[in-house]
């Protein structure tokens, strides 16, 4: 119910509305070492770099555990190998959900956020589940819009 709800509301960005061309489809560059990796963050890295781009024409996204039932994401940049920023937050990963294209800046992740959060003008919010789109912008994500959403049904 979830989805006819939310499709209701025609605000919602759209992953149209951001596209990104073209998408880069040569050969990945190998990761660049970090300063203070480890050995699972850069086999991660690695793994990721083998795959296609998939996010805003030349990035990889991709997700991995960080510790508990946390779920993190970092995004790379497969032309150069460098570690271009993390998600905006750790999320619960039993709500997490997130949806992208390799050919759109735009983002949408819904879920718990575990390192608390703002709204877009910077002011606290009360920890519970919610619907995020973000607008991948100079290598940071802009949050355009955020609400309080629905949590799913746990299995």
Same mark, same amino acid.
């Given at each position: 119910?979830? #989805? @006819? /709800?939310?499709?209701?509301?025609?605000? *919602?960005? %759209?992953? =149209?509305? !951001?596209?990104?061309?073209?998408?880069?489809?040569?050969?990945?560059?190998?990761?660049?070492?970090?300063?203070?990796?480890?050995?699972?963050?850069?086999?991660?890295? @690695?793994? @990721?770099? =083998?795959? =296609?781009?998939?996010?805003?024409?030349? $990035?990889?996204? !991709?997700?991995?555990?960080?510790?508990?039932?946390? #779920?993190?994401?970092?995004?790379?940049?497969?032309? /150069?190998? *460098?570690?271009?920023?993390?998600?905006?937050?750790? !999320?619960?990963?039993? /709500?997490?959900?997130?949806? !992208?294209?390799?050919?759109?800046?735009? #983002?949408? #992740? &819904?879920?718990?956020?575990?390192?608390?959060?703002?709204?877009?003008?910077?002011?606290?919010?009360? &920890?519970?589940?919610?619907?995020?789109? $973000?607008?991948?912008?100079?290598?940071?994500?802009?949050?355009?819009?955020? /609400? *309080?959403?629905?949590?799913?049904?746990? %299995?």
């Amino acid at each position: 119910m979830a #989805i @006819a /709800t939310s499709m209701a509301f025609a605000a *919602d960005p %759209d992953f =149209k509305d !951001y596209t990104v061309t073209p998408v880069f489809t040569g050969a990945n560059h190998e990761p660049v070492p970090q300063e203070n990796g480890n050995a699972m963050m850069d086999q991660a890295r @690695a793994r @990721a770099l =083998k795959g =296609k781009v998939n996010f805003a024409g030349h $990035y990889i996204l !991709y997700r991995l555990g960080c510790g508990g039932s946390a #779920i993190c994401g970092e995004v790379l940049d497969a032309r /150069t190998g *460098d570690v271009v920023v993390g998600l905006p937050n750790a !999320y619960d990963g039993s /709500t997490f959900d997130m949806a !992208y294209q390799p050919d759109s800046r735009l #983002i949408f #992740i &819904s879920g718990l956020a575990l390192d608390g959060e703002e709204d877009a003008q910077g002011n606290r919010l009360e &920890s519970r589940y919610r619907d995020r789109y $973000y607008e991948f912008v100079n290598n940071e994500f802009r949050l355009l819009t955020i /609400t *309080d959403a629905e949590s799913p049904p746990l %299995d």
